[in-house]
C-alpha cells in the first residue's frame, strides 16, 4: 500500500487549506453545535443575507426583468468576457449620479458577484515582492485570495475611537516602495461605519502620496441610514486611479444573482499606462462570466427598482441598527464603541473580565449557538480576536427575541459579584 501511495505525484494545493479560519467555516462550525432539542427558532446573525425574510424581498419588476431576460431566448449565448454592452452601459449611468466627471461603459466590467472582482484585483496586482495594505478587521475573502497569489498583505487598524477611520499614519508607515493598493471598504463591513467626504479626500491624498491604487469595496454601495453621507472613493478618481467593487447582492438582496461589477475610475489614464486594464481584460479572457440572462436583464433591473424599495430597506436597517445599539448598551459583558451608520453590521467588544466561564469570542459564541440557538460571528473571523459581528438585518421582531436571548447568555455567565 505505502510504495504504491509514493507513486502519486499529486497534492492540494497548501494556500487554500491554510489553517485560517474562514466566515463560512466558523458559522458552519457554530450552526453545528446548536442543540437540536431546542425549540427556540435558530437566530442567524452572522451572515448578511437577509433575502430569505419577507420584508426584505427584492421588488418583483426586477424579478420579471430576470424573466423576461429568460423567456425571450435571446440571452442562452455566452456573453463577451467583460460584459455585455448594455448592461455595462446601465451601469454606468446608475453610477454616474453623482459624480465629477463620467464613466463610461468601458470603464465598467461584470464580475460573478464583487467576489469575483476581489479574485481579480488580487490577481491582477500580485508580482513577486509586492504587497497590499488591508483594513483590520476586514472582510477576509481579501486575506484567502492575497494569500493564494502570494501578494504580502499589511494590515492597517481601523481606529475604533475614531468612528472606525482608516490609521492613515499606519498606512504610511506600513507602505513601501513595493507597495501596489490599499483596499477601504465603504459603507464598512464588519463596522458599520460610513466614511465622510473628507476623510475620503484624506485616504485619496494619502494613496496620491504613496503612488499606489485604491481599490474601494462598495458592496454596500449607498446603504447608509446614519447622520455621515454616503460618498463613492471614486469621486476622488482624478487625485489617485481607483478600482471600485459593487453587485446587485446587497443592495438589491440578491446575493444568489451573483451579478457584480469591477470600474475603473482613472480620467488620467494611470491604470492604462501601467497596464492594469489589460491585465483584468486578460483575467476575464480566462474566467468565468456572470449568466448572460442576468447580465440581460440588468438595464431593467436598474430601473425598474424604484427608490421606494431602497427606502423600505434602509428603514429596516435603521431599525435594525437602532435595536441593536440600544439592547447591546443593556448588556455590561458587551460594549458598542459606535452605532453603526451603514451597511448590515456592527462590532461589538467583549468584556471577558465580566464573564464566568468564557475563555474568548469562540468560546462565547459556541455556547451561545448550544444554549440559546442564537449565530453570531466570532470577532477573530474577521481579524478582531474578542470582538464580535453581529448583523441586524434581520427581521427586527426575531433581531429582538435573539438579542433578548443573548442578554439571557451574558446574564446567566456574568462573574458573581
Ligand atoms: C458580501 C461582500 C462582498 C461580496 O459580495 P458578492 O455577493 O460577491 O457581490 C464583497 N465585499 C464585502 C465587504 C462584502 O460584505
Redesign the pocket.
Known sequence: MELEAKKWGFQGKQELNAPTITVRGALKLLTANINKDNSSPVVPLGL?DPSNFPSFRITPAAEDAVVDAVRSGKHNCYAPTVGILPARRAIADYLNRDIPYKLCPDDVYLTV???QG?EIVTSVLSRPGANILLPRPG?P?YEHWCAYNNLEMRHYDLLRENGWEVDLDAVETLANANTVAMVI?NPG?PCGNVFSYEHLNKVAETARKLGILIIS?E?YDSIAFGSTRYVPMRVFGSTVPVLT?G?L??RWIV?GWRL?WLVTSDPNGILQNSGVIDSIIGYLNISSDPATFIQAAIPQILENTKEEFFSKIMCLLREGADICYNRIEEMPCLTCPNKPEGSMFVMVKLNLSMLEDINDDIDFCLKLAKEESVIILPGRAVGMKNWLRITFAVESRLLRDGLERVKAFCQRHAKKQ
Open positions: 448578511s458577484g464583487s467576489k476581489i472582510f475573502y471598504i463591513n469595496d458592496a467593487l453587485s447582492s446587497k446575493p457584480g
